[in-house]
């Protein structure tokens, strides 16, 4: 997206704190919403985009508090429900920047039917999806992406739900741009944040988000400094699937299916797979979301990236063809449309 | 009276006799398959143009095209049309245009008494009799002896007409419905010319297809004068209609045009989010077409998604609208409470039709009154309207939408299926006298609070993204008072419950005077809402002929309600409440005016007849 601004001359000149709202944070101490926050009121001023042309939409949990603490316009809306209200405001004023911040039960179970028509309209909002694993502010229960077998207060046997991946099904909705990060990794974060916001169309951006009263811990093994680079696989549009301490290590296709190398004696990085975010078939994109730990490291960063025709481009697109060929509507001809008759 | 469009001399001269009467009623019906529903249209459209004052009710099953001849597959459409006012499609049919043994079923009990009806001969073979359930046929059985009964072989004769076209039989038969049209274009009068024009128009590509449905038309039309099974015809004048220019309309198409129209009188682009449910579609079909307007159309992928969406497009200043039927408002009920919580203007249009559940999807109701005033969790007041005509649903949009803006709320609209569908003469109003509905949004940076209120209409600002220096925030938990801010404090909750139902409640220094037809005082009032407003009147005409002192009203403002409403009541002895529901508005008037009164109803998916009302009226007086 190109920075604009309302007259043409003034520059915009923002930073953080012109983000940050006078209300008072409340998460609990030490959850991951915090990182989040701060790494997008960090990142907003770098789009060059005027303050007043943000809105943050968001559904029921946790994570949806977040407009409250963006100092822009904000819609803390009904479960699940985000990404329908967002859509209604990009049609109503295409010129507005608008971000949906949800969460794994808002996103995927209440809401899922939104988001995936969301996405296969290729809408242009980004949204970020808080993937903490566990319902939070209903104090602890199972959610879509909890593994199965969790033990939660409403599995105490052992949730038998198999679980949702997000990514997945931004992709198989067809997201023009599917990203991942991590919510600690705060560098990462800002920098797929910016990119998925200077996306034009859908941005899909999954948050690994620790919970650290209900779930705490649940993704130790890709934030932990000693466990990050054998458990994480960076994405880089291009480059080799590299991962490891010293980058010993990478993933190769066997057939059609994916295996973790030794780069050295067998094989070179030659016989790795490439990293192409913007390969129009999303067949590498899906299958990278497949991989998982412990059997594979977790890619994070951009896994697809393409470019296709805007929702509300195509809208008005419509609406000015239409105008073009049958005139500019009149209402006093629409009115007298039809057989009319006088009664003198 | 002149008209706009040709109505020329197709009327050809014919030496049977003409006897003329006030008014007729019609009913045409067929298979599903069998156009009925176009017959009607064109059959109304022609008597519209004509001149005739008319009512409707297109009625049809829920199924496509349940299997063919069978008795739920019977489709029908009932014109009332006359030389004076026409309120209702008609109690009973005059006569009965039935194209199948099933037809003439389903329908032949509501005929009246020495009734005309014209039967498709040839359809009355073993296979469609069975299907009808008929162990003989009624054709030659003397079950049909108290009417008068033309039999036609439709089928054969159309057939034979459409020679020349080139079509073959399949095809061909199908234009029976244009020649049983043109028999009953002889029997009232009336030209043809109006539907030879619609024809051409409307299968412009296919010559062969115009070419045998107009012979159909004017086969029937010839038939219906050589034949001497016809012997009279009859002529309707025109009605004497107030003077302007009109056009037929129904209720859907009001709504559609009603909303463009606050459009433009707002200055702002309408945002219409919808998901296909009858008896609603029509109105997104409608507006989806006016694109050149800007109007904005988005068919979501569920009910709870199209509401969504409209409430973001008002968030972002558009004119925001969304339509659907019962279920769908269950479904919207959720969002509903956020437009309230969040005090963002939204109209949502409820055709209603039978429930509960799926319940009856093609025919009408009025039993979500109670939904609209009641069915969300917390206090949730919403102002709810009810048109009481097909033409009146354009005003009653531009009436909502004006209550959205001024006082920055959800309203609702109990429109119903017989609205949706029927249709009558609408008098074209002149743009120039439709009020502007100007509402600006807030632009003022210097002390803006999201939600700090006009003194008058206790509305708050409307804010819209995209103005520098008014970014705030808002949502579905509890607001507190002036900044907006979130507050679970007891005493501001106690506090904004009772301000968004005063801001609701005092919307009554808007609505005009009730109107009483009838004197203001008496025996007896019948009150009504919704479609019901013609079979009422036409009731208590009847009942006042007879000398009775019996008025009506008609309520277009269920809440708040009119604020005359506890004076008239006390001027009469007895209060009756007519509607097609177990009595929703008669409990509502009882509780809010202590008032003991009488409840009407019947719930037959089907309008009241006129005298189902009056006979019932004059049984307690
Ligand atoms: S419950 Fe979990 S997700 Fe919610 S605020 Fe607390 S730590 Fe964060």
Redesign the interface.
């Known amino acids: 997206m190109t920075a604009k601004n309302d007259t043409g001359t003034l520059e915009i000149n923002l930073n953080r704190k012109d983000f940050v709202s006078d209300q008072e944070v409340r998460w609990c101490p030490g959850c991951g919403d915090y990182a989040i926050l701060a790494q997008m009121q960090k990142m907003v001023p770098n789009l060059g985009i005027p303050r007043e042309k943000f809105v943050f939409v968001s559904g029921i949990g946790c994570s949806s508090r977040f407009p409250y603490y963006m100092n822009t316009f904000g819609f803390h809306t009904i479960h699940g429900r985000a990404p329908a209200v967002a859509t209604g405001i990009k049609l109503a004023n295409p010129d507005l920047k608008v971000f949906v911040i949800t969460g794994d039960g808002d996103g995927l179970s209440i809401g899922g039917n939104h988001l995936i028509h969301c996405i296969r309209r290729n809408v242009d909002l980004t949204i970020v999806l808080f993937n903490n694993r566990i319902y939070g502010l209903t104090k602890g229960q199972f959610s879509p992406t909890s593994e199965m077998g969790k033990k939660t207060k409403s599995t105490p046997y052992g949730s038998v739900d198999n679980s949702i991946n997000p990514l997945c099904v931004a992709i198989a909705s067809e997201a023009t741009f599917v990203a991942r990060s991590i919510d600690i990794d705060t560098k990462h974060l800002g920098e797929i944040l910016e990119r998925a916001a200077n996306h034009r169309g859908i941005s899909f951006v999954e948050v690994y988000q620790n919970c650290n009263i209900f779930n705490d811990g649940a993704f130790t093994d890709f934030t932990e400094r000693s466990k990050r680079s054998d458990h994480v696989l960076y994405l880089e549009d291009g480059q080799p699937m590299r991962f490891g301490k010293d980058k010993e290590k990478g993933i190769a296709l066997r057939g059609m299916t994916p295996e973790i190398v030794e780069v050295g004696e067998n094989h070179s990085v030659e016989d790795l797979l490439i990293h192409e975010e913007t390969s129009p078939e999303p067949t590498l994109a899906y299958l990278l979301t497949r991989l998982n730990y412990p059997n594979f490291p977790v890619p994070v960063g951009v896994f697809r990236n393409v470019e296709k025709p805007e929702y509300s481009d195509l809208c008005q697109d419509q609406s000015r063809q239409a105008q073009e060929k049958e005139g500019k509507g009149n209402l006093e001809k629409l009115l007298h449309s039809g057989d009319t008759w006088t009664v003198t | ?5 040709e109505t020329s001399a197709a009327t050809v001269e014919t030496h049977k006799p003409s006897v003329e009467i006030g008014s007729a009623v019609i009913r045409f019906a067929g298979d599903s398959g069998d156009g009925m529903q176009l017959t009607g249209t064109q059959f109304t ?1 022609t008597s ?2 004509f ?1 005739n004052d008319i009512s409707t009710l297109p009625d049809f099953p829920a199924e496509i095209r349940a299997p063919a001849g069978s008795l739920p597959g019977v489709s029908g459409f009932q014109i009332n049309f006359g030389s004076h006012e026409i309120r209702t499609p008609g109690d009973q049919p005059d006569v009965l245009i039935a194209m199948n043994p099933a037809a003439l079923k389903v329908n032949v009990g509501d005929l009246v008494e020495g009734g005309t009806i014209i039967v498709n001969e040839d359809s009355f073979q073993a296979t469609n009799l069975d299907k009808a359930g008929y162990t003989e046929n009624p054709l030659e059985n003397g079950s049909l002896e108290s009417f008068r009964v033309l039999k036609t072989p439709l089928t054969s004769l159309t057939l034979e007409a459409i020679k020349a076209s080139g079509l073959d039989r399949k095809q061909g038969q199908r234009c029976k419905n244009f020649f049983a049209l043109g028999i009953v274009y002889w029997m009232y009068d009336r030209p043809f010319d ?1 539907t030879v024009n619609w024809i051409k128009s409307k299968f412009e590509r296919n010559p062969s297809i115009v070419e045998a449905n107009v012979a159909a038309l004017k086969a029937g039309y010839y038939y219906a004068e050589t034949t001497e099974i016809f012997t009279t015809h009859y002529s309707i004048r ?1 009605a004497n ?8 309309v129904t209720g859907n198409q009001a709504i559609a ?1 009603g909303a ?2 606050a459009m ?1 009188k707002s200055g702002r ?1 309408l ?1 219409y ?1 919808s998901y296909p449910i009858t008896p609603a579609s029509d109105i997104l079909h409608e507006l989806a077409r ?7 159309t ?1 068919q ?3 009910e ?3 509401i ?11 004119l ?1 609208l969304t339509g659907t039927s019962g279920p769908g408002i269950a479904l919207k009920s ?2 509903i ?2 437009a309230v919580m ?1 005090e963002l203007p939204l109209v949502i249009v409820n055709i209603q039709r039978g429930g509960p559940s799926t319940g009856l999807p093609t025919k009408t109701e009025q039993s979500d009154l109670f939904q609209a005033v009641y069915g969300r969790n917390g206090e949730c007041p919403v102002p709810v309207l009810a048109p009481g005509t097909p033409g009146d649903c354009f005003w009653i949009a531009i009436e909502a939408f004006r209550i959205a803006m001024r006082y920055m709320t959800p309203v609702l609209i109990l429109s119903d299926g017989y609205l949706a569908n029927g249709s009558e003469p609408w008098m ?2 002149e ?1 120039n006298d439709i009020p502007d509905l100007c509402f600006p949004n807030a632009t003022d940076p210097e002390n803006f609070q999201p939600y700090s209120r006009d003194k008058e209409t206790l509305a708050r600002p409307w804010a ?14 509890e607001k507190q008072d002036i900044t907006g ?2 507050s679970y404090d007891p005493q501001n909750h106690d506090y904004m419950v009772r301000l968004r139902a005063k801001k609701v409640a005092q919307i009554t220094q808007d609505i005009p005077p009730t109107e009483i037809y009838g004197e203001p005082e008496g025996d007896a009032l019948i009150v009504g809402w919704g479609g019901t407003h013609g079979a009422i009147t036409s009731a208590t005409e009847l009942l006042r002929a007879k000398g009775l002192s019996v008025s009506s009203i008609q309520i277009r403002h269920i809440n708040p309600l009119p604020p005359d409403l506890k004076d008239i009541f006390s001027r009469f002895k007895k209060v009756f409440v007519a509607e097609i529901n177990m009595g929703q508005l008669w409990t509502l008037l009882r509780s809010t005016y202590l008032i003991d009164a009488i409840s009407i109803n019947q719930v037959r998916g089907k309008p009241f007849t006129i005298r189902e009302i009056s006979q019932q009226v004059e049984s307690h007086l």
Do not use: W
């Not at chain 2, 009276?1 to 469009?5: D, K």
């Not at chain 2, 006016?290 to 904005?296: A, I, S």
């Not at chain 2, 819209?464 to 938990?477: A, F, K, M, S, W």
């Open positions: 009276m002149s008209t706009e469009t459209n519209a143009v001149g109006h025109k209609l107030a003077p302007g220019k009109y056009r037929n045009l463009v129209t433009e682009e945002f989010g006016y694109k050149k307007f800007g109007v904005k988005f979501a992928e569920d709870i998604a199209a969504g969406a409209a409430l973001g497009a008002s968030f972002a200043g558009d925001a959720e969002f409470g956020l969040t074209i109003p743009i819209v993204p995209g103005t520098p220096q008014l970014e705030h925030r808002i949502g579905g938990l801010n979130v």
